[in-house]
Every structure is written in C-alpha cells, then in structure tokens.
Nanobody, 118 residues
C-alpha cells in the first residue's frame, strides 16, 4: 500500500505563504492523480487541488489564483504552494493518491495542520 508523509504546515499570518509537501513511498511517474484536500472542524473534507499523471491541474474556486499544485517525479513528491493565505484556509490538509482510475478512494496521508491567524 502506498504510504504518504505530509509536511510543511504551521501557523502563518493572513497574507502569508506556506508550501506543503507530500512524499510518496513509490514512484509517482505513472500515478493516475494526486490531490490535496482539507477539512476544518464541523465541515466536510473538500478538494483543494489535484494534478494528474499528465500534469493537468484543477482547483477549488476558493483557492484559484492563490494556490499552486505541482509534482516532482524525481523526488516522488507533490507540493501545494499556498500564497495570500486567509483565516478561512485554516484546516488540516491531507494528501491523497489514486494509483489508477479504478482506485476510487486512494491512499491518504496523516494530515498537516495549517492555521492562518494574526
């Protein structure tokens, strides 16, 4: 089973930036899709950004223009660059990997806390 280790979360002031990393335990070269999700207290987990094996990306409307997802196949790592952070971005951020189109639920990391507060 794929293992995922996230890092990069923390406390940041509004308007600040963070970069999250998700290291995957196997080659990501042909992985179908990788994504970042987030969940805040009392809310459902939501998709933030996703990148496919062909590097096609899509983003939640709330983060378009502020967040960027990318992948480094050589390092088996997917990143989420978060700029212009706002308090409403506060959540636990989770990495998800779907190895194929039939891997409907994928594998999840343990999550990393992002807190945006002054």
């Amino acid at each position: 089973q794929v293992q995922l280790v996230e890092s990069g979360g923390g406390l940041v002031q509004p308007g600040g930036s963070l970069r999250l990393s998700c290291v995957v335990s196997q080659s990501i070269f042909s992985i179908y899709a990788m994504g970042w999700y987030r969940q805040s207290p009392g809310k459902q987990r939501e998709l933030v950004a996703r990148i496919t094996s062909g590097s096609i990306t899509n983003y939640a409307d709330s983060v378009k223009g502020r967040f960027t997802i990318s992948r480094d196949n050589a390092k088996n790592t997917v990143y989420l660059q978060m700029n212009s952070l706002q308090p409403e971005d506060t959540a636990v951020y989770y990495c998800n990997v779907r190895e194929s189109a039939f891997d409907f639920f994928g594998s999840w990391g343990q999550g990393t806390q992002v807190t945006v507060s002054s």
